[in-house]
């Protein structure tokens, strides 16, 4: 296992044990969808994908599938945590993450009956059915929950200049943005190496964003005390026209 590989795994269990946790005490649903996908897709599905090149073919295939398949479920949760954050009395949002599922759920189906793949990578490139589909909605679906966070962050800025926000909580809504949209940079490089069939020369920049997005995860949902206290000491001025008759 090399380095990066490790460090990921370690910070998504510590991510995802803080959210499960919070979860368990606080009984609120978002807290447990962000765990619960993040272990799904982080905890498990990554490896699984990762572990699928190490072994025989037909358990490759195998693995490559239900990896990839609960990385897709795992991804849902993130979606349906972003829905309850900033969309909970709005429905469309439900819609559009209705539709990522059908077409998520195209995808494994059409991997699941391709015939007689020669490599996990003839798997993976797979653009038959809903294939090339189900990526492209996990790309729109990681674009609308950066988007919305990002909305979140702005507004969150102008109410802290007016005392009216905390910076840490502030900087949380960045962080998740960083985040969703550093997993859709994976995803969009992952179907290019692999259409491009450089998947073996090319891989390793999948890792870039990969990265990213764990660190991001790891310092908004279970950061250490001395990001909190930069974030504190780095938080832009109160505005002094509060209060003003």
Known sequence: ????ALLYFVLTAIVAGRL????????KLPEFLAGIGIFVFGCVGVPMVSAARLLPLEAAITAQIVGGAL??????????????????NQR???????????????????QAQLPNPDSVNELMANVHGFALFGTS??????????????????????????????????????????????????????????????????SWLMA??????????????APPRPYLRWVATHQPPTSTAVGRP
């Open 1 to 4: 296992m090399s380095a990066i």
């Open 20 to 27: 499960l946790t919070l979860a368990a005490h606080t009984r």
């Open 71 to 88: 990385n897709d479920l795992g991804f849902l949760c993130i979606y349906l945590f972003a829905w309850r954050v900033f969309r909970p």
């Open 92 to 110: 469309w949002p439900l819609a559009l993450i209705g539709l990522g599922t059908l077409a998520l759920a195209g995808k494994v189906i059409s």
């Open 137 to 202: 909605a996990n790309v729109v679906l990681c674009g609308w929950a950066g988007a919305e966070a990002l909305r979140y962050h702005g507004l969150m800025r102008r109410r802290m200049r007016l005392g009216l926000a905390g910076a840490v909580v502030t900087n949380r809504f960045l962080l998740f943005a960083v985040a969703v949209l550093s997993l859709a940079t994976t995803l969009v490089l992952a179907a290019a190496v692999l259409l491009l069939d450089v998947y073996e020369r090319y």
């Open 208 to 221: 870039l964003p990969g990265l990213a997005a764990t660190i991001a995860f790891w310092l908004g949902f």
